[in-house]
Every structure is written in structure tokens, then in C-alpha cells.
T-cell receptor
Framework: DQQVKQNSPSLSVQEGRISILNCDYT??????FLWYKKYPAEGPTFLIS?????DKNEDGRFTVFLNKSAKHLSLHIVPSQPGDSAVYFC???????????FGTGTLLAVQP | SAVISQKPSRDICQRGTSLTIQCQVD?????MFWYRQQPGQSLTLIAT?????????ESGFVIDKFPISRPNLTFSTLTVSNMSPEDSSIYLC?????????????FGPGTRLTVL
């Protein structure tokens, strides 16, 4: 069973506009969530994280929102830039095991 | 953060052979992991590499197929044994500086394996 889901396999956004990437999870034991960005032929690069005790975390152009009741998190990128074009993975862990469970990824294309 | 390198970056192998992938971290880390990303799929954890002891494998992965070593705090190897075309994947090493759940995992660039 897929415990972490990214239902949009791809997203296209104009440069300068907001990109919103979504992620849903099913395991209520997850208490820490991360977003990674992956370019082709490279490993995932850590972007931003959020603990379950928060509902928002911001770092520059990147903001992650967590809705625990809906078991949903989202990554907002504003303004979007062509260099943001990559595959974005959300990941979750339960803290106790240190294991990361990844979603299937969303391919973001930012059009100039 | 930690800088992680992997060797080889890619390889094409024949069915029935084995390949050993090396992972080197530029600083001492507490935990190291091995993941697999099959074509079009997400990243799946294979095992946690434990220093000086047997790795901890996830469901669906066994030591005979994926033997792992971790002789010290900065180095680990993953062997893909008796390969078949279904083993064609990207294999990624990751590491954490601490043991808390909130400590970030950093990833290597991956090894792209094609089995003919």
C-alpha cells in the first residue's frame, strides 16, 4: 500500500507564478515530513521539512503547509523560476525508525 | 550537511553477475541507508547499513540478494547479486548526521544500473 501519495505526476507553471505541489499520507504515526528536489542523473536534494507540531514552515521562496487532520501537506514555491524545474518528492517518517517513505514524485516544469 | 559520493555512477551488467556499489561520505555520520528507485517509481528503502554489524533489511529485501557492508562511519557498500533485468534501477546511498527523526537525510548522486 502506498502510504505517501502524490496524485499529480506533473505540473506546468509560468515563471513568476506560484507552484503548489501536493502530498497525502495515510499513516497517522508519521510526525516528520520532508520535500526533496531531484534533477535527472542526480540524487535527491533536501529542500524543506516540517514537524507535526507545526502547520507551516518557510524558507525563502519555499513554504510547506501541513494539515494533520486531512493528512495532507503542500509545498508552495513563489515566485517560480525555470531552475525549479525538477521532480519533487515528498517523504515522511515516524521519527522512531528514521525510515523515510517517499511519494511517487511530481515533475514540475516552469515555463519562461 | 554531508557530501556523499557513489561509485560507479552507472554500469551495464550481464544477467547472473554481481555488482558492488560504493558509498563514501565526507564526514562521520551516524546512519547510512540504501534505497532503490525502479523506473518510473518512487524511492524504496532497501536497508539500513549498520557499522560493524549486519544490515537491517526492509520487507522484500534479503541479505543474500543485497549484501551490505559498513566497516566504518563514512563508508558502505551494496552488492546486487545474481542480477536479472528486474534489478535495473537507480541505487542511492543516504546518510544522517544524527539519530533523531528530525535529522535530515542527505543523498548521494545514485548509481544507474542496467541489467541485460
Amino acid at each position: 500500500d502506498q502510504q505517501v501519495k502524490q496524485n499529480s505526476p506533473s505540473l506546468s507553471v509560468q515563471e513568476g507564478r506560484i507552484s503548489i505541489l501536493n502530498c497525502d499520507y495515510t499513516n497517522s504515526m508519521f510526525d516528520y515530513f520532508l520535500w526533496y528536489k531531484k534533477y535527472p542523473a542526480e540524487g535527491p536534494t533536501f529542500l524543506i521539512s516540517i514537524s507535526s507540531i507545526k502547520d507551516k514552515n518557510e524558507d525563502g521562496r519555499f513554504t510547506v503547509f501541513l494539515n494533520k487532520s486531512a493528512k495532507h501537506l503542500s509545498l508552495h514555491i513563489v515566485p517560480s523560476q525555470p531552475g525549479d524545474s525538477a521532480v519533487y518528492f515528498c517523504a515522511a517518517s515516524d521519527g522512531a525508525t528514521n525510515k523515510l517513505i517517499f511519494g511517487t514524485g511530481t515533475l514540475l516544469a516552469v515555463q519562461p | 550537511s554531508a557530501v556523499i559520493s557513489q561509485k560507479p555512477s552507472r554500469d551495464i551488467c550481464q544477467r547472473g553477475t554481481s555488482l558492488t556499489i560504493q558509498c563514501q561520505v565526507d564526514s562521520q555520520v551516524t546512519m547510512m541507508f540504501w534505497y532503490r528507485q525502479q523506473p518510473g517509481q518512487s524511492l524504496t528503502l532497501i536497508a539500513t547499513a549498520n557499522q560493524g554489524s549486519e544490515a537491517t533489511y526492509e520487507s522484500g529485501f534479503v541479505i543474500d540478494k543485497f549484501p551490505i557492508s559498513r566497516p566504518n562511519l563514512t563508508f558502505s557498500t551494496l552488492t546486487v547479486s545474481n542480477m536479472s533485468p528486474e534489478d535495473s534501477s537507480i541505487y542511492l546511498c543516504s546518510a544522517k548526521m544524527g539519530m533523531l527523526g528530525t535529522d535530515t537525510q542527505y543523498f548521494g548522486p545514485g548509481t544507474r544500473l542496467t541489467v541485460l
